[in-house]
């Protein structure tokens, strides 16, 4: 997919219709072939740098997988990938015996993997967050166990019997801009000068539409309107879905409550054209979305 944004466009096939199909389950579990996607306490394995990473790793069958319970990714350039949570061990590393391996917030591998291993390693990070969220019903309080390689959770309890499937949380993110500026803020906790579009989610009974105009409005006291689509993100930190948007100002006062947003600013184009990232003010980071919409408006 030309021009995806990080964590997407790694051509994985997803074949869901393989999910149900359990001789082709085991087939490919049992192949010398297919790799293990790892992840342990939200965090992924990599490569370490001293080895040849950063990198991701994807290992082939081992005594790892005794009592875990694999999710099917997909097939990614003629494999098979499974993804496998190690949370409920205290020190997986020991339980792979392998040396120049280590577990690792992807953020900060991410930017720096090939496209097709960055969207493995948060596909796989995603999944095991849900799963993790979700080892009880929410209609009957019973265990659920897993199914369609990993891709539902029934409810054990026969009377109830729900299925659950899942989740991403749609968050909205904009660029807010009148022609020549554009908004950015910062956040009470962001590294010092950081200034990023305004983000948030969606609430039920809302449209995207709406959801940035409220957010908007909200976080900054600007009414806007000519909301636009960008292009989206997975976020899986821990379960976003990002819906990024341009979003033209109709006001131009800024008034911040201090608790969300502790500054926010009008930038004009030609400022950040010649700006390089200091103390008084630096871009988002280089993987996500955020930082995609500000360079495309810059190049408008
Ligand atoms: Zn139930």
Known sequence: MKNANFYAGGGIDRVSVRRKDAAWLSEQLAHRET????????????????????GAAFLPRGDFLEGGE?????LWEDRAYFALDLSQHETPLERLGMAALEFTDLRRVGPLLPRGEGSLLAYARGIAYWHERHRFCGVCGAPTRSEEAGHVRRCTNAACAASHFPRTDPA?????????????????????GMHSTLAG????GES???????????????????????????????????LGFYARARSRAIQVDGEELDDAQWYERRFLLGHNDDDSLRLPRRDSIARRLVEDWLKR
């Open 172 to 192: 909205v993110i904009m660029l807010v801009h009148d022609g020549e500026r554009c908004l950015l803020a910062h956040k009470p906790g962001w590294p010092g």
């Open 201 to 204: 989610f969606v609430e039920p």
């Open 70 to 74: 694999p999710v099917l990714l997909g």
């Open 35 to 54: 790799r293990f996607v790892l992840t342990w306490r939200g965090q992924n394995l990599v490569l370490t740098k001293d080895s040849t990473g950063p």
């Open 208 to 242: 995207l539409e709406e959801a940035v105009a409220r957010e908007v409005f909200e976080e900054t006291g600007i009414l806007v309107d000519e909301v636009t689509y960008h292009s989206s993100q997975p976020w899986p930190f821990p379960a976003s879905l990002m």
